[in-house]
């Protein structure tokens, strides 16, 4: 009967995403586990710092600068209606260091740099490398996950920060050099209103927590893919679907507790 | 349990989602011996081979190696025996992300506290063993299937194994790197004194090299002897194997419905 096949496909797929869970929950806390080798060989973890933070910094200072851009013109027309155009720095910077810079940038670091890593442990474990290490009786968790997990967390809130400073200037271009608001009341104002622990740290926890999120992502479904080219692609999409729903679904969370009663 | 053998398979099962892979497997490694387990793809070949280096427990059975089970051996344990073990992958499974010169040293880095100018000297004379010395500075995407093969040989033997496992090493080499991949398996398991167990369906180049030959088919082991005895061998399946022919145990097609039925054709 169609309707018991349907129930029975809503079943096995619900089994089969608590199952996807669990392991992805085991597979962090392995991680944290064997994270001391990472560590003690931190030249392992800067090589990747390298490959997710520093290769990620063209995307992000590019779409850092044109979300603060976008964000200074669409804040102007908008304060403009209620005579409040000097308050457009506050505007930007609250809107950036708040929610666009953790969000925006978790979005595209998930697409740039957690998308890279699926695909790399991906095709080594279809190409037999993580085998093979794993026959050399050296654990890939602590040899090849766990320093690309801390380049991940430690890079995350790096990128949200210059995306926030970079989109800051992009809203400063517009409003200050091109529309024209007073540079003085930009600042100023600015800076009396941005509090350093409820907006700047709050930021960094959610960039911190997206950055943990999308890089645990990334490597459990880099290492469960399937060895096959088909299996690497689908891993790949399946990271930054993953990723992308679960920044926004962790942002709502956070932003509810972390300014929902206030 | 004999004291010249290094591994001994005994009993061994294997099923795989309640499909048997592997049935009443018995096989003896004497040590400093090199021996083929040959049969053709989707065997049981490399699934055993997974098993002597505790990848896969078994279903029953044990499986020893150094006079340790195997399968009864935490992970830690599991690592200290991988550790006098090497394995060569079908294509070499080189770690695309080093050169040639860290691929090799790599093993010697996480398992010892040797000086670089140690590793340098041990990389160098294992890349010479193997022909390869000139190739240090590549990456593997600059090397040929045959050199990349010959690379990951001297990464397998670099910490001088106990047991060198091979998983096709002669696949999709051609006809002079097929010979010095042979050969150097030959030298190396002399010269180092190790015991080599050879995965392959490779039989004129393997029947040049081994001492002694185990045949596999759906599971279990059909023949076993010396290269002399395989090749002299009036077992059905043996001689179809041995002499590549089209037709016989293996049979050409496989199983399907009605040959008119599918060619809708009335009877």
Known sequence: ?262 | MSSSALVEIRDLNFSYDKRPVLQGINMTFPKGKLIAIMGLSGCGKTTLLRHIGGALKPTKGTISFDGQMMHELDQDELYAMRRKMGMLFQFGALFTDMSVYDNVAFQMREHTDLPEEIIRDMVMMKLHAVGLRGTHNLMPSELSGGMARRVALARTVALDPMLIMYDEPFAGLDPISLTVVGDLIRRLNDALGATSIVVTHDIQESLKIVDYVYFMANGVIVAEGAPDEIRASEKDFVRQFVHGEMDGPVPFHYPGGSYRQDLSLRA
Request: hydrophobic content about 55%; cysteine-free.
């Open chain 1, 1 to 262: 009967m169609p309707a018991i096949k349907t129930i029975k496909g809503i079943g096995h797929r619900a089994i089969n995403a608590v199952w996807r869970i669990g392991m992805a929950t085991r597979f962090f806390l392995l991680t944290l586990r064997y994270s001391g080798t990472g560590f003690r060989r931190f030249h392992l973890i800067i090589k990747e710092l390298f490959s997710t933070g520093v290769m990620s910094l063209i995307i992000i200072v590019v779409a850092g600068l044109f979300v603060g851009m976008v964000l200074g013109l669409q804040g102007y027309e908008t304060l403009k209606r209620y005579g409040s155009e000097s308050a457009l720095g506050v505007m930007v910077a609250l809107g950036l260091v708040r929610e666009l810079g953790p969000v925006v940038a978790a979005l595209l670091f998930a697409s740039r740099a957690g998308s890279a890593m699926t695909a790399e442990i991906g095709l080594m474990k279809a190409t037999e490398q993580i085998s093979a290490m794993e026959m050399m009786a050296v654990n890939p968790i602590a040899r090849i996950v766990a320093p690309r997990f801390w380049a991940g967390v430690i890079s995350m809130p790096l990128l949200a920060a210059l995306f926030s400073a970079v989109g800051v200037f992009g809203g400063y271009f517009v409003g200050v050099v091109q529309i024209g608001v007073d540079e003085g009341s930009f600042w100023s104002q600015m800076q009396a209103a941005v509090d350093f622990r409820e907006d700047i740290m709050n930021g960094v926890i959610k960039s911190l927590v997206f950055g943990t999120v999308v890089t645990v992502i990334a490597l459990f479904e880099g290492f469960d893919a399937p060895p096959t080219a088909e299996g690497v692609s689908g891993a790949t999409t399946r990271t930054v679907v993953t990723s992308s729903l679960a920044i926004l679904m962790l942002d709502f969370i956070l932003t509810a507790m972390m300014f929902g009663g206030s």
